[in-house]
């Protein structure tokens, strides 16, 4: 009798522990500082006719960064892309006739725009404006917590710094420059063996770029319209 009421106490306990801890995994979140791509605000502009529309390409940026093998470079010119079409001011030039614009200029592959190859590449292209741009810093840290006894919470942080210039193809000039940090912090946990993985989340690194891009884009975008 005795042995089993002792038992039952040992058990109880852990028991409880164990529940209370599944409760905690049922809460779980994941939190980041910035609001996604298709909910961030623009300027309200009307959008124009496709026709009043300025034509612009925007080159492949540059990713001075040791991380991702030029990947950043790719999602920053994406996300900026995005942004022009969702603002309706801009014809944007495709990227595959782009792509094929540079093989034909013999500078496919090259990130390192300068102005004067922009605006070569803007006359071939035929468009008014064009875009270039570097991930000119990138940063990414995690600190992991335990959490009771069986669980763990990790924060990750994430910080991009993203410079653009926009070129004049009629002029030559830099008629407009920017540059954006963004942060973005993302809360993991898991609770035996249940939750969220603490490995790396690729999208932090584009969410990071985004909020960069985010800090100036309605700038760059009235920066453009001006030199109508």
Known sequence: ?????????????????????????????????????????????????????????????????????????????????????????????????????????GIAGDKRFDPGTAVTVGKTAGVELVMIGTVSGYGYRSKRAEVLFFGSHVDQEAEATVDVRIIDVATGRIIASESGRGVVTVSTGKVLGVGTSAGYDETTAGNALRAAISKYVDNLIDESLDTR
């Not at 022009?84 to 030039?93: E, K, P, T």
Request: hydrophobic share 40%.
């Open 1 to 105: 009798m005795t042995a089993r009421i002792v038992l039952r106490k040992l058990i109880c306990p852990g028991a409880l522990a164990v529940l209370l801890m599944g409760c905690y995994s049922a809460k779980v979140s994941k939190e980041e500082e910035i609001v996604p791509l298709d909910a961030v605000q623009l300027k309200q502009r009307p959008p124009l006719p496709l026709d009043q529309r300025k034509r612009v390409a925007v080159l492949e940026f540059e990713d001075k960064t040791d991380y991702g093998y030029g990947r950043l470079g790719r999602s920053a010119s994406s996300i900026l892309t995005t942004f022009l079409i969702q603002s309706g001011q801009f014809a944007l030039y495709e990227r595959e006739k782009l792509d094929k614009v540079l093989t034909e200029q």
